[in-house]
């Protein structure tokens, strides 16, 4: 494949990619492995994704590692994807650290096992004074259960007094998003060719440019993530407003 990185515009990068890491076990399968091979593979994909996203300078990057109906599998293969993800973090979080990569996580924390949560603490805690890419884990993550939470945190505010109902804007809901302190994404990346988005940062993606590719995650690599980056720059984000408005550069509010 040609390199396509220097096709890439590195002044029209969004600043938050999220990712849908779909096709670990379909990938397993096809080479008569069982799923969770296909997982331990996906994580070559995730260090190679980190690495690219901070070479280019992307600020955020969020990836989808478990979702909250992900509990839903069969108990041999949630207990190895926990493992999975105790010794990822164990043997990464020194590179994170060197390579300026800060680690977030949103989700239902509380859910993980007690080891996980220790680790990421952990982890947060050691990579929270660096200042490069923002990596954000989704772990036992809903979209639709933040927005119920939210909604009851501003619920609660009103009936304490705390906040007026009239006042509830924007502002104030994604304030009481996981996703707080972080600008919403501008481009989704999807693989294994799914095209749905899957419960995932539903309130955040509202104006993300989507991007499906059939790759499974485990396959994908930089070049494939500079194709999803060169047909992202190649779109035009419009924001409700007219082409012609766009050309004479006229800036979208939102």
């Known amino acids: 494949m040609m390199d396509l990185l220097p096709q890439v515009d590195r002044s029209r990068l969004p600043r938050h990619i999220a990712i849908i890491m779909d096709g670990n076990g379909r990938w397993a399968r096809e080479r008569g492995e069982d799923r969770v091979y296909g997982h331990y593979e996906g994580v070559v994909s995730v260090r190679e994704i980190v690495d690219a996203c901070g070479e280019l300078g992307v600020e955020y990057l969020t990836l989808y590692a478990f979702s909250a109906e992900n509990w839903n599998r069969p108990k041999a293969e949630v207990d190895a994807l926990m493992e999975l993800l105790v010794n990822t973090i164990r043997k990464e979080v020194d590179d994170l ?33 660096n200042t490069g890419l ?31 109902p009239a ?62 980056l060169l047909d992202y720059q190649r779109r035009e984000r419009r924001f409700g407003k007219t082409s012609e408005q766009i050309q004479k550069n006229i800036i979208p509010d939102a």
Request: charged content about 20%.
């Open 97 to 129: 650290k060197k390579n300026n990569v800060k680690l977030h996580v949103i989700g239902d924390f509380a859910s993980l096992p007690e080891v996980c949560q220790k680790e990421m603490t952990e982890a947060m805690q050691l990579t929270g004074m």
């Open 134 to 164: 923002n990596l954000v884990l989704a772990l036992s993550y809903s979209a639709r259960q933040e927005l119920l939470m939210a909604a009851r945190k501003i619920a609660e505010m009103a009936v304490s007094g705390v906040l007026a």
């Open 167 to 228: 006042d509830i804007d924007e502002t104030v809901f994604q304030r009481c998003l996981d996703t707080a302190t972080f600008p919403d994404p501008e481009l989704m990346i999807r693989t294994s060719g799914e095209n749905r988005i899957s419960n995932f940062l539903l309130y955040q993606l509202a104006y993300a440019e989507l991007y499906f590719t059939p790759v499974h995650w485990p396959d994908f690599r930089k070049q494939n993530l500079y194709e999803a």
